[in-house]
C-alpha cells in the first residue's frame, strides 16, 4: 500500500527562464516513501528586514590586507641598508668601509652596515647576479655593470680620477710597451680595475703580458724589486717625486669609484645619503671620517659619468652581456 502526501500533493518543475527549480501547488507535509523523508521546500523562508550580502573574495582579502600595506613604507623606510666597499684606487679598508658606514648612520639616521669582501673577484661574484647590495662604493666597472643590469643609480663618487702604470725596476730600462709581451707583469688580478685596464691596452692576447697575480699593489712591488717579475703596475698616484721606479706606460684616466643606491632604497633615504656624502668635507663628523678612512671626500655624480666602462668586465668570469634587468623590467639593451 502506497501513502500519499497530504494536503493536495505539490508538482516539482524546472523553471526554464530562471535556471532552477520551482514549485507549484501548495505546501505539503513530510511523507513517508519506505525509509525516505520526503520535505517540502519552503518558499521565501527569510525572515523580513534580514539581508545577505555576499562580497566578492577579492574584496574581502583587500579589506584584510589594506592595513598591512598601509604599514609597508614604515616598515621599508627603517630596514637596514647593506654597504659594499671595495675601492682599489685610494684603497678603502674594512676599517675605513665602517667608519664610511657610521658616519651615514650619525647624520642621517639610517641603519647601515658595511661589508667588505676579500677580492675583487669575490666582490664581483657578490654582484654579477642579483642586486644583493642596497648601497655601494666601488670602482667604474662595477657601477656601471649595476647600473645597466639592475637600475642602480650613481648619486656621488670619490674626488678625482684614477689611472694605473707600468713600472719597471731601476735597473730594467724598458721604453716601448710592445716590449712587454709575453712577459711577466704583477697585478692585482681581474676583475681588479687595474688588471682590467691594463688588458684592455692589449686588444691581441697573443702579444698581452702574462699576469702574475699579487694581493695588492705593494706586493707587486716587492716582486719587482726581488727580481721575481718584469713589470708591476701601480695606481699613477703611487708614483712620488724621486721616485726610483721606471715608468713604461699609463692607462687611460677614468673616475674614481662611485657610490650608487640599488632602485629598491627609496628616494627619500637616498637623498639623504646623498647629502650627507656631499657635505662631508663641510662637517667636523665628516671630516673625521674622511681622514680615518683615507677618503679625499665626495662629489656629486650620475650613471652618465661612468657608461661604458661596464665593457672592461667582458673578459671576467661570469660576465654576463645579456638584456639587462631594470627595476620597470624592461632591458635597455646589451652593453
Do not use: C
Request: charged share 20%.
Amino acid at each position: 500500500m502506497t501513502q500519499r502526501p497530504v494536503g493536495g500533493g505539490a508538482r516539482l518543475g524546472f523553471d526554464k527562464g530562471r535556471g532552477r527549480s520551482s514549485e507549484s501547488g501548495t505546501a505539503r507535509e513530510p511523507t513517508m516513501q519506505g525509509q525516505i523523508i520526503v520535505a517540502p521546500r519552503l518558499k521565501n523562508h527569510r525572515p523580513r528586514g534580514f539581508w545577505v550580502v555576499r562580497l566578492p573574495s577579492f574584496v574581502v582579502f583587500a579589506a584584510v590586507l589594506a592595513p598591512v600595506l598601509a604599514m609597508w613604507p614604515a616598515v621599508a623606510s627603517s630596514a637596514s641598508l647593506e654597504l659594499a666597499v671595495w675601492s682599489e684606487d685610494p684603497p678603502v679598508t674594512e676599517a675605513g668601509g665602517r667608519l664610511l658606514a657610521a658616519y651615514l648612520r650619525e647624520a642621517t639616521g639610517i641603519e647601515v652596515r658595511a661589508v667588505q669582501a676579500a677580492s675583487a673577484l669575490e666582490h664581483w661574484q657578490a654582484t654579477r647576479l642579483a642586486p644583493r647590495y642596497d648601497v655601494a662604493l666601488d670602482g667604474a666597472q662595477f657601477s656601471d655593470y649595476r647600473v645597466r643590469r639592475f637600475g642602480y643609480r650613481v648619486v656621488a663618487k670619490l674626488a678625482g680620477q684614477v689611472g694605473y702604470t707600468v713600472v719597471t725596476a731601476p735597473g730594467m730600462l724598458i721604453t716601448d710597451a710592445e716590449e712587454l709581451a709575453g712577459r711577466a707583469i704583477a697585478a692585482p688580478p681581474a676583475p681588479a680595475l687595474a688588471a682590467l685596464s691594463l688588458l684592455n691596452l692589449y686588444p691581441d692576447s697573443v702579444r698581452a703580458p702574462r699576469l702574475v697575480a699579487v694581493r695588492d699593489f705593494a706586493h707587486g712591488v716587492a716582486r719587482l724589486l726581488t727580481g721575481r717579475v718584469v713589470a708591476a703596475v701601480v695606481p699613477s698616484s703611487f708614483l712620488v717625486a724621486g721616485s726610483q721606479l721606471n715608468p713604461v706606460l699609463e692607462t687611460e684616466k677614468m673616475p674614481a669609484a662611485a657610490f650608487s643606491i640599488a632602485a629598491r632604497v627609496d628616494r627619500r633615504r637616498g637623498a639623504a645619503l646623498s647629502d650627507a656624502l656631499l657635505s662631508a668635507r663641510a662637517t667636523p663628523a665628516g671630516r673625521k671620517m674622511l681622514a680615518g678612512a683615507g677618503l679625499r671626500g665626495f662629489v656629486p655624480a650620475s650613471a652618465t659619468l661612468y657608461s661604458g666602462y661596464a665593457r672592461l668586465l667582458a673578459g671576467a668570469w661570469g660576465y654576463r652581456q645579456a638584456q639587462p634587468e631594470r627595476a620597470d623590467g624592461r632591458g635597455e639593451g646589451g652593453f
